[in-house]
């Protein structure tokens, strides 16, 4: 049977060994560097081009909207369309025929999915549309569907997914009542994060990173949601589910990035959320409002903060250990 261990959890192996004094420190030195830890000069150059390419293209991008933005009233309607849409063209182009696959082409399409964004709003103030702030968000996410759908390209699915969730706030920030406007604002958000989030555990599983983004907005919606609710004097009776829900969520979700698929950053999370709505809890149950109590407030957010460390570190060493 073959094992597979990942670098960082060899490199914690052999940091192990060295503290037992079983690997001496220039064997632990070369063993380090045989697993290309540090990174070797050829990574060093992979991770600089990269790194640059990126930031090359998103200062290029924006130096494209400054320039729009100053010179707006000395550029003609028609100039702003043709100059706009010759970028996206010259984009798309540029993607096709590098390849989507390649980083360079992959780069050019969301520099071009970005630059819809700019014609739209082009559009709107040339014609005077009058849209709603919200509507240039879903126009722009509806109009990127079919390209993230023939690129495969899981950077505008994220794109998408960001400018479905400024949609939405927008929305709710203009036609709902103040009393319910936090409600309706972060109950939609965690809908549709919880939706994207069990997508990128369903269909996009190779992806880590994007489940943990996902999970990180539904937790912090549903934080919200609980602060709200703790604070708001004018809430709905059903309000007061959140109290029951909350501490369920919390406890499926530890259960499940624990034991079901291994995740500290999540883990991490779930304990930021935890001490945050434990400590309000308390501020508005004790009413704090003397300097002894200040000061004990203080003593408990630090006291919820070790435990919480301890018990990450040691969720972390057993992960290691059964490894």
Known sequence: MML?????????????LNRKKLLSVKNLNDALTS???????????HFIDHFLLWLGSVLVTIGGMFFFAYNWT?????????????????????AVSWGWKKLSGRIALLVAASSVGVLLAVI???????????????FWSIALIPWAIIARFIGLWVMILILLNVSTFFYWQQYSDYSVRIWFTFGSLYLINTTA??????????????SQLTYIATLFCLTILYLDS??????????????????VFIGISIYYFQYKQRDILCLASNALSMITCISVTTVY?????????????GLWVVAQASIASYWLRHIAKQWQLSS
Request: hydrophobic share 50%; glycine share 2%; proline share 3%.
């Open 285 to 297: 149950i004790a009413d704090v409002d003397s300097a002894g109590l200040i000061i004990l407030q």
């Open 74 to 94: 000395a550029l003609g309607k028609f100039t702003k369309f043709a100059m706009l849409e010759v970028i996206i063209l010259a984009l798309m182009i540029w």
């Open 197 to 210: 989030f069990f997508i990128s555990l369903l269909v996009i599983k190779h992806r880590a990173w994007l």
């Open 35 to 45: 697993i290309s830890i540090p990174p070797t000069a050829s990574q060093w150059q």
């Open 124 to 138: 709107g103030q040339a014609y005077h549309s009058s849209a709603d702030s919200y509507q240039l968000f879903l």
């Open 230 to 247: 703790l604070f708001n004097t004018d809430s709905m009776n059903w309000y007061s589910s959140i109290f029951l829900y909350y501490p």
């Open 4 to 16: 597979n261990f990942s670098s960082t959890q060899i490199r914690n192996q052999l940091y192990q």
